[in-house]
C-alpha cells in the first residue's frame, strides 16, 4: 500500500515539473519577439547593439536636426547631452513630436543610424517617460517641467 502511495506521488510531482517547464517554454516563445530593452543615446555610443536587436532608445530630439523628406520620411538626431544618435523614421510622427521634445523610438540600430518602426511622443506638455527622464538624469540635462 505504501508504495503504490508513494508511486503516485512522483508521478504527480514529475507531471507537475514537466506542465512547469512545458508552459515556461512556451511563454517564452510567445515573449521573444515583444520584449524590448531600453538604451539611452549614450548606451548605444558606447556598445551599439547587433543589427538584428530590436529596442528602444529614448531622450530628446535635437534641436535643429529634424528634416522632413520625400513623403512621410524623417531624419533628426536623439541626445540625452552625453551622446547623440541619428534617427531615420519612414511614417507619421505625434502631434506633439517637435525639437527639443522628449521621445521614445523602438527599432534597430543599423550602420551607425536608428532605423526607427515606431515613434511615441509625450501625449502633453508635461509628460516625459520615465526611462528618458533616468537617462538625462545621468547625464546630469534634464530640466523638470516647472522650472
Known amino acids: 500500500m505504501r508504495s503504490l502511495k508513494k508511486t503516485r ?6 507531471i507537475a515539473a514537466v506542465a512547469l517547464a512545458g508552459s515556461t517554454a512556451l511563454m517564452g516563445y510567445a515573449f521573444r ?5 531600453f538604451r539611452s543615446p549614450s548606451q548605444v555610443a558606447e556598445a551599439p547593439p547587433p543589427p538584428t536587436e530590436v529596442f528602444r532608445i529614448g531622450g530628446l530630439v535635437e534641436d535643429g536636426t529634424l528634416i522632413r523628406g520625400e513623403g512621410t520620411e524623417v531624419r533628426f538626431r536623439v541626445t540625452d ?13 505625434p502631434d506633439l513630436f517637435g ?4 521621445m521614445v523610438g523602438t527599432g534597430r540600430y543599423v550602420n551607425a543610424t536608428f ?9 502633453d506638455e508635461t509628460y516625459m ?6 537617462a538625462l538624469q545621468e547625464q546630469g540635462t534634464y ?4 522650472s
Open 129 to 134: 517617460p520615465k526611462e528618458v527622464i533616468e
Open 81 to 93: 547631452g552625453g551622446a547623440s544618435i541619428p534617427v531615420t523614421f519612414d511614417g507619421i510622427l
Open 99 to 102: 525639437e527639443g521634445e522628449g
Open 33 to 37: 519577439d515583444g520584449i524590448n530593452f
Open 9 to 14: 506521488r512522483i508521478q504527480v510531482i514529475a
Open 115 to 123: 532605423e526607427a518602426s515606431e515613434i511615441l511622443a509625450r501625449h
Open 143 to 146: 530640466r523638470a517641467p516647472d
